[in-house]
């Protein structure tokens, strides 16, 4: 027992309808409207301190809850219910570090999920995916561990030590991890991150293609071109289509080709470097070795340009009858989509796997176990975003700032699809928001929590 332990006395959650400025086009659906969760707990420290937490996410069901058959609204509705039930369940609860409670909320909050299917009757014939249910939990988890280091003498990440957490990680990760805490494994806080532009499928590419297509809002870039001249771009992350192996292989070298073009311009050196996302596209492993031949073929310096492949098949593991190991063999392949259960992650290995795309939607004690696991197994990280703006943005980004990843930038694709959105936020934490030379420079000190 330690005297920064917590204990909830009182949550809060809100939400806030957030249109996008530009649609967001995934494989399973387009994003054009999504819900602001904002979640403020009032706790209270074993050494009598009181102390406020805050925690915010994007309910994305498009990403977490694909079912073609129920519409947005519906959805969104089953997720904001869902995360009422989390608020009631984590008030007046026990004392504890924020990684037992956030195991703990992690189980209660699958729990409440199969409460809420016994009285919605479209849950029994579509139940909420566990990915939907960690989304709608994460908000909270992120307030508690910001509560908690508001009560600490040191910043938060550097306080994940045996001198402030009751248990170390054997807790939630086993036997391997005695005597092991998350600090072993976080680096000191890095001041910048290179950002990572996301690439959709049917984006523009020059002014000329953009000419031909619906016309961005004002204050935005229409086409890939104008947007690496601007912010000086160096990582993209490609969103394929995934229907035809022709077309994909074509689409990479066309974005490696203009974004290559664009760096000239921009006299920026060293050429793009790049990932590729087709969101579970794929049936078969085998679909993304033939992309990955073609482009060979064609233009082998796309390939030595690539980085790794995220999530190129479908989510449900138990439905692999092949491995991914072939392609992790030509390039690291990470999952995102099909990381749910701490528990799958020996088996995700063992699948072929090369890493993990971590992401703080699921949670920030889920994503902090998973990269632990996943450093100490020397697998392949990343840090993924969620188009995150506001606050969500500010964890997302000093959490990557703490993680010693191998392909080192961020994400920030708000930039593109929410720029104007949560305006108070984004005026208390400015610096998180602006894109120099590529990147972000980060001030010199974070709060006293996660932000």
């Given amino acids: 027992m330690k005297a920064t332990d917590i204990r909830v006395e009182t949550v809060e959650v809100t939400f806030d309808d957030e249109r996008l400025s530009v649609p967001l086009h995934l494989s399973k659906g387009v994003i054009e409207a999504i819900t602001y969760a904002a979640v403020t707990v009032n706790a209270r420290t074993r050494g009598g301190s009181n102390v406020q937490g805050t925690g915010a996410i994007l309910l994305s069901d498009v990403w977490a809850f694909p079912a073609p058959d129920v519409d947005h609204e519906e959805k969104d509705r089953l997720m904001r219910r869902l995360c009422r039930a989390i608020a009631v369940w984590l008030e007046d609860d026990q004392y504890e570090d924020p990684i037992q409670k956030g195991i703990r909320l992690e189980q209660a909050a699958v729990e409440l999920a199969v409460q809420l299917a016994e009285e919605e009757p479209l849950l029994q014939s579509t139940p909420m995916p566990r990915l939907a249910v960690l989304n709608c939990m994460s908000p909270f988890d992120a307030a508690i561990h910001d509560a908690w280091g508001a009560a600490l003498p040191v910043p938060l990440y550097a306080a994940y030590t045996a001198e402030t957490l009751n248990e170390d990680l054997s807790a939630g990760l086993g036997a391997d991890f005695a005597g092991r805490y998350p600090a072993d494994y976080l680096s000191p806080r890095r001041r910048t991150l290179s950002v990572q532009h996301v690439v959709g499928f049917n984006d523009a590419l020059t002014p000329a293609e953009a000419d031909t297509q619906q016309p961005a809002p004002a204050d935005l870039p229409a086409d890939l071109t104008t947007w690496t001249e601007r912010d000086r771009l160096r990582y993209f992350k490609l969103k394929l289509r995934g229907q035809s192996p ?206």
């Fill in 246 to 451: 022709v077309e994909d292989a074509a689409r990479l070298i066309e974005v490696y080709t203009a974004a290559s073009q664009a760096m000239e311009t921009a006299g920026v050196a060293g050429g793009p470097r790049l990932s590729v996302d087709p969101n579970e596209a794929y049936q078969k492993a085998d679909t993304m070795l033939e992309v990955l031949d073609r482009v060979a073929v064609e233009k082998p310096q796309v390939l030595a340009a690539l980085d790794y492949i995220e999530q190129p098949t479908p989510r449900d593991l138990e439905a692999y009858t092949d491995t991914l190991h072939d392609v992790a063999a030509r390039v690291p392949v990470v999952v995102d989509e099909s990381l749910d259960d701490i528990d799958n992650l020996d088996w995700i290995h063992r699948l072929g796997w090369s890493g993990l795309a971590v992401k703080t939607c699921k949670g920030h004690t889920h994503s902090l176990l998973a990269y632990c696991w996943g450093r100490q197994h020397g697998l392949y990280l990343t840090l993924q975003d969620l188009t995150n703006p506001g606050l969500a943005l500010v964890h997302s980004v000093n959490f990557c700032a703490h993680l010693r990843l191998d392909v080192d930038c961020f994400e920030g694709n708000y930039r593109q699809f929410m720029p104007m959105s949560r305006p108070q936020e984004q005026a208390a934490h400015p610096a998180y928001f602006q894109v120099a030379d590529g990147q972000l420079t980060l001030p010199p000190a974070m709060g006293p929590g996660l932000y």
